[in-house]
């Protein structure tokens, strides 16, 4: 946890605002198409403790640590989805900084209501497919 912790500590955060969710059952579909789609690599899976989707498409496939107020940390999550160019002016409006999948959000807290505050830290460029499969 140490090593961790001095590696996100050590960047800046890609996204501070509000985490909410998806519908249940919705990312898990998103996580399928991903993967039919070459996006994300179907072993990854099992190394995180959830699904989430933010602001940036670039971000797919990638690692993140959420740090919710109060200082405690969540992770690492696999960045499994994004913001729809249309939505982007929506996500900009609502202070959005991550979209947890509903096991996620369940874990957390953030069932009834979205959690305020939440800084979204990269802690890995690692994790995409072999340009080849994208």
Not at 18 to 33: C, D, F, I, Q, S
Not at 38 to 58: E, K, S
Not at 64 to 70: A, C, K, S
Request: charged share 15%; net charge negative.
């Amino acid at each position: 946890m140490a090593l961790l912790m001095a590696t996100i500590l050590a960047t800046s955060p890609i996204a501070v605002g509000k985490a909410t969710r998806y519908a249940p059952g919705l990312m898990a579909e998103v996580v399928e198409n991903r993967i039919k789609w070459g996006q994300l690599n179907p072993n990854q899976g099992g190394r995180y403790l959830g699904y989430v989707a933010v602001y940036d498409c670039a971000l797919i496939g990638e690692s993140v640590v959420l740090e919710l107020p109060g200082g405690v940390y969540s992770g690492p999550h696999l960045v499994a989805d994004c913001g729809a160019v249309h939505d982007q002016e929506y996500l900009d409006s609502i202070d959005f900084a991550v979209d947890l999948s509903y096991p996620l959000a369940q874990r957390l807290g953030a069932i009834d209501a979205p959690i305020e505050g939440v800084k979204v830290w990269l802690i890995s460029l690692r994790n995409r497919p072999a340009k080849g499969a994208m």
